[in-house]
């Protein structure tokens, strides 16, 4: 029997890093999916984009796994997108009882005062304002199924603490945690449980970029993984320079199962104790 | 294969409650277990003391497991014969992983007539007690090369209660504790995390509550703070185990000096 057994789990940004890992974690418990991701590029963004060919991979892994998957190719900050393919999804599943809230970018840095109003824009409204919709369009179908559920909003350390030259990433992220706190207060009597989850950097295309080595080491003209991986082993408390997308989805899992079913309004950091530091 | 197979932990105050159940679940998923509690009388309580009937139900329902357990009537106060229970345990099964600081006591006594008594009793177990058994099982979890310490703080432990404050202080101190292990520690690849349960439905969070009564009837605006978000009145000693397991295994390995509320809301209430 899995810990999430026959339970549907909607998650954004679902093709592949952590959004992937997430929907497979869940599958390999039990769980059916309804994933969506832009599979384009996004304006601004370090990471190369992820593709159609991304959530394919993302549908064969999960069925292979025996499992039912609704992937659809939708962006987050378009409602009506999105809702559509939640309400398609819940259709053909039956039911929904988890949500992930993980699409996101990692943007491209810059001193505060020197980041384009477009790309704070974009920003605020993937990252902060695509959690809130994924919310909204879910909320009705956990409110239906009258047995409660949980929703997991992807933040980060960026919502617990400043990170210097990603202001519009740490202004979203912290965003998040009170998106988090409002509705884990409103929903508490639905019995629909609410928390987000913290990652320190994770091993995914979103941070594993030249981007994001540049970020982390300016005092060098052409970082490499490696001088990346001393920058970020410092950052950590425990002993490492980042975490694997599949110990978020541990931390996923447990908050969707009821294992946690009265665990509501907690900020779970998976971040080697950066927080700490 | 179990989510801590083959992994030895330690377990305080395991004779009953939330102990108990942290010693069952960790066995169900296959780790083996050293017990302490102190299995006698408790002054000043309104509960009943655990006994060491209760201790021995324990070690039957984790052998009944398949799981080895070696458990010993010991005093979390008593820094020798905790150093005894836990260096014996260790020689016996081989190693140590997980530690879980879960004994302690509550006392509900408004401001005014919590006695000395008291406040050493509660700060000298739910405190110090923890600090013993962190100190003296730390040199195991090095030696193992790294592990996992789960202590129990309290929604307490967070915000205040009313009427409990040698408890709530207590609790808050563990909080400390807890952090300043997750610092140092970490470089071992310890990781060190309180829990903080509202209300469970053990003999301590039922047969003890009494005293509220007449306090809260006297400040009524104080009530709403035991209230919980969740519509629940109280959560059971298996919830708090869920969470224990989570943090002990692996799934949370790069999980440290978190603070990790399983109480259906009561600290965001």
Not at chain 2, 34 to 43: G, Q, S
Not at chain 2, 133 to 160: C, D, E, R, V, Y
Request: one cysteine or more; proline letters at 5%.
């Amino acid at each position: 029997m899995g810990r999430v057994e026959g339970k549907v789990a909607f998650i954004t940004g679902a093709a592949r890093g952590q959004g992937r890992s997430h929907a497979l974690r869940l599958a390999q418990e039990g769980a059916d999916i309804i994933a969506i991701d832009i599979c384009q590029g996004v304006a601004a963004n370090n990471a190369p984009p992820a593709t159609e060919e991304d959530l394919v991979e993302t549908v064969r892994q999960v069925e292979a796994l025996d499992r039912r998957i609704v992937a659809t190719k939708a962006d987050v900050r378009d409602f009506d997108q999105l809702k559509a393919a939640l309400d398609d999804g819940v259709a053909q599943l039956g039911r929904l009882d988890i949500v992930s809230a993980n699409a996101g970018i990692a943007g491209s840095p810059h001193a505060a005062e020197d980041i384009p109003e477009e790309e704070w824009t974009d920003m605020i409204d993937i990252n902060l304002n695509g959690v809130w919709r994924a919310a909204k369009a879910a909320i009705p179908h956990l409110k239906a199924s009258g047995n409660g559920g949980s929703i997991i909003l992807t933040s980060s350390d960026a919502g617990i603490f400043a990170y210097p030259n990603i202001g519009h990433y740490v202004s979203a992220k912290h965003g998040v945690v009170g998106l988090m706190r409002t509705l884990a207060l409103e929903l508490a009597p639905h019995f629909i449980r609410v928390n987000s989850i913290h990652p320190t950097t994770v091993n995914t295309p979103m941070v594993q970029n030249e981007g994001t080595y540049k970020l982390f080491r300016p005092d060098i003209e052409n970082p490499t993984q490696k001088d990346f991986a001393d920058a970020a082993i410092a950052m950590n408390a425990l002993p490492i320079p980042w975490v694997e997308p599949v110990d978020i989805s541990n931390a996923v899992l447990w908050l969707a199962s009821d294992e946690s079913r009265y665990v509501t309004g907690v900020m779970l950091p998976v971040d080697a104790g950066a927080a700490i530091k | 294969m179990g989510r801590v197979e083959g992994k030895v932990a330690f377990v305080t105050g395991a004779a009953r409650g939330q102990g108990r159940s942290h010693a069952l679940r960790l066995a169900q998923e296959g780790a083996d277990i050293i017990a302490v509690d102190l299995a006698d009388h408790i002054p000043n309580i309104d509960y009943p003391s655990s006994t060491e009937e209760d201790l021995a139900e324990t070690v039957r329902q984790v052998e009944a497991l398949d799981r080895r357990i070696i458990a010993t009537k010991t005093d979390i106060r008593d820094r020798d014969a905790m150093k005894a229970a836990i260096d014996d345990g260790v020689a016996q099964l081989g190693k140590l992983d997980i530690v879980v600081a879960n004994a302690g006591i509550c006392v509900i006594a408004d401001w005014e007539n919590t006695s000395v008594d008291v406040w050493n009793q509660t700060i000298g177990t739910n405190l110090t007690g923890a600090w013993n058994t962190l100190q003296l099982t730390t040199p195991h979890l090095i030696a193992n090369g790294g592990g996992s310490i789960i202590l129990t703080s309290s929604a307490a432990g967070i915000k205040g209660l009313p009427f409990l404050s040698a408890y709530v202080v207590s609790k808050h101190g563990v909080v400390g504790l807890m952090r300043s292990y997750a610092t140092e520690l970490a470089e071992y690849n310890i990781r060190v995390n309180t829990i903080h349960p509202t209300g469970v439905n053990t003999p301590m969070g039922t047969l003890g509550g009494g005293a509220f009564g007449p306090l809260l009837e006297a400040h009524p605006k104080l009530g709403g703070m035991l209230a919980n978000l969740l519509p629940i009145e109280i959560t059971e000693p298996v919830d708090q185990s869920n969470a224990v397991l989570f943090l002990a295994s692996d799934e949370g390995r790069y999980v440290t000096s978190l603070e990790l509320t399983v109480d259906a809301g009561n600290t965001q209430f």
